[in-house]
C-alpha cells in the first residue's frame, strides 16, 4: 500500500470524527485542527523517535502519523509548507521539529503550552 491509500489507512486509526470519504490533505487538517498535539513522523527517523518519547515522559500521548516518503506530500498540502520530519502540531499551530519542541522545553514554555490544550494526561 502506497501514497494516498496508505496515508488513508493510517490516518482512519487516528481519525477523531467519521465524515465518510475525504482526501488526504483534509483528513490531516481535520486531525491537526482536532487533535491537542500531532506528530508528523517516519518510523526510520531518530528524532522523531525523541521527540515522541520527551512527549511521553511529561505525560503527552500525541496523535502520531508515520508517514513514508512518498506520503509527505499530502502533509505538504495539509499544513500549507514544507514539512520536515518530525512536525508537531499544539493545539492546531506548527511548532516545527525537534528544535521547536527543545526550544518550548528549554524556555518553560513547552508544559503551560500543553495545559493550555488539555494535552497532558495529568492535566
Do not use: Q, Y
Not at 20 to 39: C, F, H, L, T
Not at 81 to 104: C, D, R, T
Not at 108 to 113: A, H, M, V, W
Amino acid at each position: 500500500m502506497g501514497g494516498a491509500a496508505a496515508v488513508e489507512a493510517k490516518l482512519d486509526a487516528a481519525s477523531l470524527t467519521i465524515d465518510g470519504w475525504e482526501p488526504p490533505e483534509k483528513r490531516m487538517e481535520r486531525v491537526i485542527a482536532e487533535s491537542p498535539v500531532v506528530i508528523f513522523s517516519r518510523r526510520s527517523c531518530c528524532m522523531c523517535h525523541v521527540m515522541k518519547r520527551l512527549l511521553v515522559a511529561v505525560g503527552v500521548h500525541p496523535t502520531v502519523i508515520e508517514l513514508e516518503e512518498d506520503e509527505e506530500a499530502a502533509a505538504i498540502a495539509a499544513t500549507g509548507s514544507e514539512v520536515n520530519m518530525p512536525a508537531m502540531f499544539i493545539g492546531g499551530e506548527a511548532v516545527g521539529g525537534i528544535e521547536g519542541l527543545m526550544a518550548l522545553h528549554l524556555s518553560g514554555e513547552l508544559l503551560p503550552r500543553l495545559r493550555e490544550v488539555g494535552a497532558p494526561s495529568w492535566n
